[in-house]
């Protein structure tokens, strides 16, 4: 399972700090995953982060903005968000898949298995 959680409603310009905590999978072999759905939209890739946490991989949306990091003694993943904007507003889910491959591979929606529920940020202008 995964628990995403950290949204809420902000002004733009302030940040935001989302966190996931995986349970019922070995965290450290897995790749985790940050997206966003905003209304009317299809699921968008935001930042992935390989299981050392040595890898990461940013949508070119949110590099210098987004950090993705994680600590696998705690089974979470953490989504800093800076600098938001309005078209950052979206549900964000967190994705867990099994690490094979290199961080790229896991750019898209069908490369993931596991999905949290969703944490809703909306920004407003």
């Known amino acids: 399972q995964l628990q995403a959680s950290g949204g809420g409603l902000v002004q733009a310009g302030v940040s935001l700090r989302l966190s996931c905590v995986a349970s019922?999978?070995?965290?450290?072999?897995?790749?985790m995953g940050w997206f966003r759905q905003a209304p009317g939209k299809e699921r968008e890739f935001v930042a992935a982060i390989g299981w050392s946490g040595r890898s990461t991989y940013g949508a070119d949306s949110v590099k210098g903005r987004f950090t993705i990091s994680r600590d696998n003694a705690k089974s979470t993943v953490h989504l800093q968000m800076n600098s938001l904007k309005p078209e950052d507003t979206a549900v964000y889910y967190c994705?867990?898949?099994?690490?094979?491959?290199?961080?790229?591979?896991?750019?898209?929606?069908?490369?993931?298995?596991?999905w949290g529920q969703g944490t809703q940020v909306t920004v407003s202008s």
């Open positions: 019922g999978l070995t965290f450290s072999s897995y790749v």
């Open positions: 994705a867990a898949q099994r690490s094979l491959y290199p961080i790229t591979y896991y750019a898209t929606n069908d490369r993931y298995n596991n």
